[in-house]
């Protein structure tokens, strides 16, 4: 349980001692408190020591305070032992900063109407001094704090050094170790930061000496303090909380059937995403926006009458293929320096919208199955599960495509070149049309002057004039026969062989040209196919083709961005979830860790006799059994402690945090002082008993008169009143309870204040 201070307050601890017992005050849990502890790189440097401390005090004094009706006051504890080497000179020089520093700062705070708002106390321990004499060292500082505590006595209410508390390791009954001078410090501050007592005498007599006492530099004191901590309230809000929190690590029983189901709605595959970066909600297809991007390369026509040379040098010569290589060359710069930039804008564009809208739908689907009820974590946190594996079902599956899919490369125009070279052999054999009609006529005659006999020989082998195989006579010796075989005599002959000869040459030549033009006009297929390949093949390599398997990359790989951001989500998710799950179990070994070190021994605690941590386990249990809240408390106080909408999904639930917890616990359970009487009178009347008769002051005395005689006080919750009345019976010099708000602990406190320097007898010791 916290306690508020009702003025802030500084505890410095200056070399090891004094970090020691700033580190036992810790778990304390005071609010308004500032605990600084030294390291030895910054014992040295007294200017930086100082800044800590202003920095601290300026955190403590707020407006809220003022406002909420508190008068402004500063108490500063500096706590060293001065017989650790070399710290005594820095402890003076500290301390002096320290109160100089902190009343010009907060002046106006500190110091209006003469107010005395500032309690400046340095707890002073000589831990060496008993065995080997009180150092020269030691003997100055405590000079030095004399001559800064006589500063008070000039007209001025406002003294730098109020009160020097000093401590040795022997009392007039027994020898103190240096641990339990520290437990007796730590008892010391434990009375004065749980309770308002400080402010209350003889507390506050004790820390600030008044002008008389100044005056006449008895401005030394010094203390014995024991502390029994009941830690009935501690267990008892611990207990209670282990309860909750066994039962909010119970998972529901449908949990695990209606996550699959959700999970499998809630993550779409990787082919959904793709085609949704592509074409997104209606707008255009970025595939198809490439793919207009294509030129539209003209083959010039081949005409029936052009000439080989008029094919190859003018309409398909290598200026025609220069051409084409511009157009490629104009079309890849287009490409790179602005339509891939901005096809790859608007895939970025889709994708981080169609990423972020994902991950902030399946983020509320998750957070929205957390707020389902006091257990919905348990939802979150199977859903979150499921929709992980399906997701890296989907990422790997994508992942191992893009790995073994390779980008086209871009295209040469070998392909091109070849075709246009067949293109331009295959004209070298077409036929000019005069020339080949020329060579035509000319066949036809020499054939017709060569076989313009052969009518006539056929004629005469027709009629048995001659033998087939003769030789003779000659077909030009014989004679016609008949009127009409006077056509078979040259010239008639030869007119006669040239009509049937020119129109079969004319007829041969005209097919010839046919085939030589269709093998030309397939040559130019050929080439229009290669070049619409070199272009925009989607099968091989493509200069289209090239920047589309680039922007199909981009494409799937948003869609596996968008799926490493699902999976991120659900792993953050499930990674926090289930450290929410892990927290749970930690917060219960904690739980339980706590309780078995609260039921523990004195020395299993970290206590020791004048610091105790002990009741006994039975009397605890005992105490949680009597007061032990019903079963519904614990859904009704998760769904309190839980996340609200208004927090951050990464930000804890408050009943992971233990302070919230048995807070929330303390408030439900109430322990009643009859409960506490019950089980606990017989440890109280024990430790106020044996302290009683035995604890005196830290610190060897002479010539001391009534203001500096050793008083003993008794401090503790009002309940232990009747315990004392019964122990009264059998020591009747107990003091009278003063009481205090803290119902866990019980003081007892040994002082002697109002003592000079003269009166410390370890300092007069021989050395």
């Not at 890849?332 to 981080?352: I, P, T």
């Not at 010839?512 to 093998?519: F, I, L, S």
């Amino acid at each position: 349980m916290s306690v508020e201070l009702s003025a802030p307050t500084i505890v410095l601890g200056l070399g090891a001692f004094g970090g020691e017992v700033v580190r036992r005050v810790e778990p304390l849990e005071i609010e308004r408190l500032a605990l600084l502890a030294s390291d030895p790189e910054q014992e040295a440097d007294t200017e930086r020591l100082v800044g800590r401390v202003l920095g601290a005090a300026e955190g403590l004094f707020g407006l809220d305070r003022a406002l909420a009706g508190r008068d402004p006051s500063l108490d500063v504890f500096v706590i060293v032992d001065l017989d650790e080497a070399g710290i005594a000179p820095r402890a003076t020089a500290l301390v002096e900063a320290l109160g100089r520093r902190l009343l010009a700062r907060y002046s106006h705070i500190l110091g209006r109407h003469g107010a005395r708002r500032l309690t400046l106390a340095p707890v002073v321990v000589l831990s060496g001094a008993r065995a080997s004499g009180a150092t020269a060292e030691a003997e100055r500082a405590l000079g030095h704090f004399e001559a800064l505590a006589s500063e008070a006595a000039s007209a001025s209410d406002q003294a730098l050094l109020p009160r020097v508390l000093v401590l040795e390791t022997q009392s007039a009954r027994y020898e103190l170790s240096r641990g339990e001078l520290g437990s007796t410090v730590v008892s010391f501050l434990a009375l004065l930061l749980t309770t308002a007592l400080r402010h209350e005498e003889p507390m506050q007599s004790f820390l600030r000496a008044g002008p008389e006492q100044l005056r006449e530099r008895r401005c030394f004191a010094s203390f014995g303090c024991a502390t029994l901590e009941l830690s009935t309230a501690r267990y008892v809000a611990t207990a209670a909380a282990r309860d909750v929190v066994r039962w909010a690590r119970t998972p529901p029983p449908d949990v695990v059937s209606r996550a699959d189901a959700e999970a499998q709605r809630l993550v779409p595959s990787a082919q959904d995403l793709t085609a949704r970066v592509r074409s997104d909600e209606g707008q255009a297809d970025l595939i198809e926006m490439l793919r207009a991007q294509a030129p539209s390369v003209e083959l010039p026509p081949i005409g029936w009458n052009d000439t080989p040379e008029l094919i190859r040098d003018v309409r398909f010569g290598w200026g025609w293929f220069d051409s084409l290589q511009e157009t490629v060359a104009a079309l890849v710069r287009r490409l790179d320096q602005s339509e891939m930039d901005e096809l790859a804008r608007l895939a970025d564009e889709r994708g981080n919208r169609m990423a972020s809208e994902l991950v902030r739908d399946c983020a509320r689907e998750v957070a929205s199955r957390e707020r389902d009820g006091a257990l919905g974590f348990w939802r979150a946190l199977w859903l979150s599960q499921r929709a992980r594996a399906i997701v890296g079902r989907e990422r790997d599956a994508l992942a191992g495509d893009l790995k073994t899919r390779a980008l086209v490369t871009f295209p040469k125009p070998t392909a091109v070149e070849n075709a246009l070279r067949a293109l331009r052999q295959e004209s070298t054999v077409r036929p000019r049309p005069y020339r080949l009609m020329g060579y035509s006529v000319l066949a036809a005659v020499i054939a017709s002057i060569f076989l313009m006999h052969l009518p006539k020989w056929l004629v005469a082998v027709a009629s048995r004039r001659v033998p087939v195989l003769s030789l003779t006579p000659s077909i030009r010796d014989l004679a016609p026969e008949a009127g009409w075989q006077r056509l078979l005599e040259p010239p008639l002959s030869f007119l006669l062989m040239l009509a049937v000869l020119l129109p079969l040459a004319l007829a041969l030549a005209s097919r010839y040209r046919r085939r030589c033009h269709e093998a030309l006009l397939g040559a130019r297929e050929t080439l229009g196919a290669a070049v619409t390949r070199f272009l925009t093949d989607r099968v091989g390599s493509s200069v289209i083709g090239f920047y589309e398997s680039r922007l199909a990359l981009s494409l799937r790989s948003w869609a596996l961005r968008t799926l490493a951001s699902l999976d991120s989500l659900f792993e953050r998710e499930h990674g926090r979830l289930t450290a929410l799950e892990n927290a749970l179990s930690l917060l219960e070994r904690s739980l339980e860790g706590e309780l078995r070190r609260l039921e523990g021994s004195n020395e299993q605690s970290g206590g020791d006799l004048l610091y105790r941590r002990r009741s006994p386990k039975e009397a605890l249990r005992g105490v949680y059994a009597d007061v032990r809240p019903s079963p519904d408390v614990a859904e009704r106080i998760i769904e309190s402690l839980s996340r609200t909408p208004e927090q951050a999904s990464d930000e804890a639930p408050r009943f992971l945090l233990p302070g919230e917890l048995t807070r929330a616990m303390e408030q439900e359970v109430a322990i009643e002082a009859h409960v506490l009487r019950k089980h606990l009178a017989a440890p109280v009347q024990s430790f106020i008993a044996e302290m009683y008769d035995r604890l005196t002051v830290p610190l060897e005395v002479r010539d001391f008169d009534a203001q500096s005689a050793e008083r003993t006080y008794l401090f503790g919750p009002t309940w232990i009143a009747d315990v004392l009345e019964e122990l009264s019976k059998s020591s009747p010099r107990l003091p009278e309870l003063l009481p205090t708000q803290d119902d866990s602990r019980v003081f007892v406190l040994a002082l002697r204040t109002a003592l000079p320097r003269s009166a410390i007898a370890i300092l007069e010791r021989d050395t």
